[in-house]
């Protein structure tokens, strides 16, 4: 995976493109993880799923609805979508290889082709995938979708140095991953790693087994882009839909607007829905505000929906607890630390330092929805295991304590490190950022840190801490994450290993050969094998390396307005699902 995901409430920024099961393991309903959280994603595919996908009882037809949104997507290209909401957004614009349905009550995630035929086949070595490709489908002016587009959309995801914050399994994994440059440099379009033998047919070549593929080619990366149209970095502005609504404007950072593709064909599709006519995304809101708003429903308002957690304090404002989309996320919420920058004996400190209750109180998280977290793995993933260690629990006082504070300050003086100096971003627009920041900034003080702040615009800040190199040590993304697809390959090889940094993945920058020797010792396993190890890995990172702090494990409880129907959770992104929305009143 990589580092984007949607900014929490908590001035934090949660990463997430999610997805669900493994092709490696046997379909079926084995559930993941234990506890609430436990039934998030369990382990399905239907490889015969058609479309068009079931209707939803009671569900009409028009309108617009708008999406009040105190978080701000930084791109919306296919190619470089990598946050949970513009993941979840693009699933209005863009189909691909596959998709997730969400079946019954419990809207259990099941993956099944979306744009292919099927899920793929893989060969003998497990080398070569061949997946078959739906005829016949169209993007939004009418034109045909070509084989060879979706050859050139994986192609332009090697082009890292322009789209530099999508998925990067592709340069892992992909043959000639790591010397391919994309179609734009001296080799062009010329990549050995995918084929189009046929109008029919589109293969893809590995360097490395890589068996969960085709959960991998449900992320917008795999919406096919004709070469004739792709104009680059501002592609985004007017890309090819080939999903049920299209791109009429786009104001980065503040307003995306679409309206219905009268080219999508809801007969080839398992999963979407074109039940109203408009969506209307308003970014970079005020949170409390814009929640405010969509509960008291009045007018317009009625229409609308927030899709990050409610806040705390509002808790007491819900009348009608039918006005909060609920369920659970295959995400934890940390609080990174540059270990390049930071020793791990400061790091130790800044762990024993930090205020986690009086942050909680700040972020307005609610311990219904944003409990404690004590590990790396949420509950959600399969093979988590619960562990705690001596001051990781998510809990606590802190530096605000007197007597810890001087004992930390003692401690950086004995290390020499008195007025060790900490930094980081934070959103001067957003004042729950601005509380959490100014919170954290105080008692590390108190502690004998030295604290540099630097307040950016919302609308920017995702640019600035997905910088892995930027100027400060703590706060880059990711700063969190939410499962690609429900297994611990999808966490420790793409955040922890060395590399993970020049991908842009790296939860606190680690580089350790030893580690990573580690990590691909226990993705050579079996998935079955891999499910009793990862958990030796999760405790092993926290215990020796403590590249950050878990904060908290994240569910969904997002407010909408009154008049929205059938919005649910989907639980592969803990997000409201939008495809499937619809006004009760148009």
């Not at 970079?284 to 990050?308: E, F, H």
């Not at 540059?338 to 930090?354: M, Q």
């Not at 909680?360 to 959600?380: F, M, Q």
Request: aromatic share 10%; glycine share 8%.
């Amino acid at each position: 995976m990589q580092w984007k995901r949607i900014t929490a409430v908590a001035a934090t920024v949660m990463l997430a493109a999610v997805a669900c099961g493994s092709p490696s393991s046997n379909s079926g309903t084995n559930s993941g993880g234990q506890g609430d959280l436990g039934g998030a994603q369990e382990k399905a595919t239907d490889a015969t799923a058609k479309g068009p996908a079931a209707e939803v009882d009671g569900a009409k037809k028009g309108g617009t609805v708008t999406v009040l949104s105190d978080v701000t997507p930084d791109t919306f290209d296919p190619t470089n979508i990598y946050y949970t909401d513009g993941n979840q957004i693009s699933k209005l614009m863009f189909r691909t290889l596959t998709q997730y349905r969400l079946d019954g009550d419990s809207h259990k995630p099941v993956l099944v082709p979306d744009l292919a035929e099927d899920l793929g086949t893989k060969s003998a070595d497990g080398l070569t995938w061949t997946f078959k490709l739906k005829k016949g489908i169209k993007y939004q002016d009418g034109t045909e979708v070509k084989a060879a587009d979706y050859a050139y959309a994986i192609k332009r995801s090697f082009a890292h140095d322009l789209y530099d914050a999508g998925p990067t399994y592709q340069l892992q994994f992909f043959k000639d991953g790591d010397t391919y440059k994309g179609p734009y440099g001296a080799g062009g379009a010329n990549y050995a790693g995918v084929e189009t033998p046929d109008e029919s047919t589109l293969v893809i070549k590995l360097a490395k087994k890589f068996d969960d593929l085709p959960f991998y080619v449900a992320f917008p990366m795999f919406t096919p882009i004709p070469q004739a149209k792709d104009t680059q970095k501002n592609y985004e502005q007017r890309p090819m839909s080939t999903g049920p609504y299209k791109v009429d404007s786009y104001v980065p950072g503040t307003e995306l607007k679409l309206s219905k593709n009268p080219s999508w064909d809801p007969n080839s599709d398992p999963v979407r829905h074109q039940y109203v006519d408009a969506w209307d995304f308003k970014f970079a809101q005020d949170t409390i505000k814009a929640q405010r708003q969509v509960l008291a429903s009045s007018g317009p308002d009625a229409n609308a929906l927030n899709y990050s957690n409610l806040d705390s304090t509002l808790l007491s404002e819900v009348k009608d607890q039918s006005q909060l989309v609920k369920g659970p996320s295959p995400c934890t919420i940390t609080y990174p630390m540059d270990t390049r920058k930071i020793p791990l004996e400061v790091r130790k400190l800044i762990a024993k330092a930090y205020p986690y209750d009086s942050w909680r109180k700040v972020a307005g998280l609610n311990p219904a929805t944003d409990p404690p977290a004590s590990t790396i793995l949420p509950p959600a993933v399969p093979g988590f295991v619960k562990y705690e260690l001596p001051g990781l629990n998510g809990t606590g006082k802190g530096a605000e304590d007197d007597a810890v504070a001087a004992e930390i300050k003692s401690e950086l003086g004995k290390l020499g490190k008195a007025n060790f100096e900490l930094s980081w971003y934070f959103s001067i627009d957003d004042p729950i950022s601005t509380q959490s920041s100014q919170l954290r900034q105080q008692v590390f003080e108190k502690a004998g840190f030295k604290v540099k702040t630097i307040g950016v615009p919302k609308a920017k800040l995702r640019t600035y801490v997905g910088n892995q190199d930027a100027p400060v040590n703590i706060g880059k993304t990711p700063t969190g994450w939410c499962s690609d697809w429900p297994s611990g390959t999808s966490w420790f090889p793409v955040l922890f290993r060395s590399d993970a940094i020049a991908l842009g993945n790296s939860i606190g920058q680690l580089q350790d050969k030893a580690l990573d020797a580690k990590i691909d010792a226990v993705s050579a396993k079996t998935p079955d094998e891999q499910l009793k190890e990862w958990t030796n890995v999760d405790k092993d990172i926290l215990e020796n390396y403590l590249p950050a702090l878990p904060l908290y494990y994240s569910n969904t409880e997002a407010p909408m307005g009154k008049n929205i129907g059938h919005a649910i959770n989907d639980p592969t992104q803990g997000l409201p699902e939008f495809t499937s929305i619809y006004l009760k009143q148009p």
